[in-house]
């Protein structure tokens, strides 16, 4: 018998999350210690939610090669590129103090859902 595609214990983690704190556009800062970016800060640019990754601007950037294409007229070369980064291992920046901050929900009296910080 044809053994069965395990999915991977990360995606099921990611594919239970309904409600998404961090979203594109977003100012974060890396909290992970280990990181070697850490305590820098960026705007998200693409959230993977499968992955539960996300593309933070100027935040885990590597060289990445591009083969050369003789059709188009490219040479090959090297690029930088920011890589995906945990979700966990970002948090929100609060507009205010400008220092990394969970996030609460609260209603307002028009009935709108707004993201508030905690710090502030």
């Known amino acids: 018998f044809p ?4 999915i991977k214990p990360a995606l099921q983690e ?16 890396v909290i992970d210690r280990k990181h070697p970016e850490y305590g820098k800060q960026g ?7 499968k992955r539960d990754r996300v593309i933070v ?13 003789p059709d188009r007229g ?3 070369r090297t690029i930088m590129k920011e890589r995906s980064i945990h979700y966990s291992n970002v948090n929100l920046v609060d ?10 929900r609260k209603t ?3 009935g709108t859902k707004v993201r508030v910080a905690k710090k502030s």
Do not use: C, E, Y
């Open 43 to 49: 705007i998200v640019q693409t959230v993977d939610r």
């Open 74 to 76: 490219l040479s090959g």
């Open 14 to 29: 990611a594919a239970k999350k309904k409600r998404w704190n961090i979203l594109r556009g977003d100012t974060v800062q």
């Open 3 to 6: 053994q069965r595609k395990q």
């Open 95 to 104: 507009p205010v103090t400008g220092l990394p901050t969970r996030v609460s």
């Open 57 to 69: 601007d100027g935040v885990n950037v590597a060289p990445k090669h591009q083969k050369p294409d």
């Open 108 to 110: 307002l009296d028009d």
